[in-house]
Every structure is written in structure tokens, then in C-alpha cells.
Nanobody, 124 residues
Framework: QAQLTVSGGGAVRAGDSLRLSCAAP????????TGWFRQAPGKEREFVAA????????YNDDSVKGRFRISRKNAGNTVYLQISSLKPEDTAVYYC?????????????????WGQGTQVTVSF
């Protein structure tokens, strides 16, 4: 499967917005479930959001509470994670990954291809 390239992280202030991108050649994301995860220092990797082949989305409502939005470019080669109203507790390395359709989207173990991650640091 094609390599996933993650970009868009950075150091921002609380309340700012960011858009993370996960890119792959061709129409990779039209064939798989694509998920975003994050991992803060000393913590386990946490599910953030996912989008299925058909475009159905799922979110970790406990942690993102309407502030995150996952979307996919029509060409099927880029998936975005729009993050608004950033909080210091959103500080983490963010990863995108792909899983076979029908796999449990919220489970990291479902995903077999991962991007390299991008650091998001939020300060007051």
C-alpha cells in the first residue's frame, strides 16, 4: 500500500485552529477506512476520528466534542483533520492510518498502515 504523508502540525495558542493533512498517491483513501489518532507523552495512542470508504464519519466525542472535523478530498488522495478551539490538552503527535473496510474504526489495532505523525503543541 502507498505511503501516508502527514503534515500541518505546529505550535499554536489555545483557541487557534489547525488543519492536518494526510496524503497518499492515487485514490488510496477511497478503498480504506482512514483514521486519525493522537499520542501525548506518557499516554496511549488515542482515537480521534475516522472516515469510511462511503464517507461515514466517527469521532471520539469525549475528547473532541465537536471541535474536530474529518473530511476527504474528492480525488481520494488526501484526508484532512480540521481542529478548532485548540486546547493545551490537545498537545500530542497526530497520526493518520488506514484500515480494511469494516474493521473497528476506533481501535488502533485495526490499522495496518500509519503515517509518520505530526506534532501539535498548544500553549496558553
Amino acid at each position: 500500500q502507498a505511503q501516508l504523508t502527514v503534515s500541518g502540525g505546529g505550535a499554536v495558542r489555545a483557541g487557534d485552529s489547525l488543519r492536518l493533512s494526510c496524503a497518499a498517491p492515487r485514490r488510496t483513501f477511497m478503498w480504506y477506512t482512514t483514521g486519525w489518532f493522537r499520542q501525548a507523552p506518557g499516554k496511549e495512542r488515542e482515537f480521534v476520528a475516522a472516515i469510511s470508504r462511503s464517507g461515514t464519519t466517527a469521532y471520539n466525542d469525549d475528547s473532541v466534542k465537536g471541535r474536530f472535523r474529518i473530511s476527504r478530498k474528492n480525488a481520494g488522495n488526501t484526508v484532512y483533520l480540521q481542529i478548532s478551539s485548540l486546547k493545551p490538552e490537545d498537545t500530542a503527535v497526530y497520526y493518520c492510518a488506514t484500515a480494511q473496510p469494516g474493521s473497528p474504526a476506533r481501535e488502533p489495532a485495526s490499522y495496518d498502515h500509519w503515517g509518520q505523525g505530526t506534532q501539535v503543541t498548544v500553549s496558553f
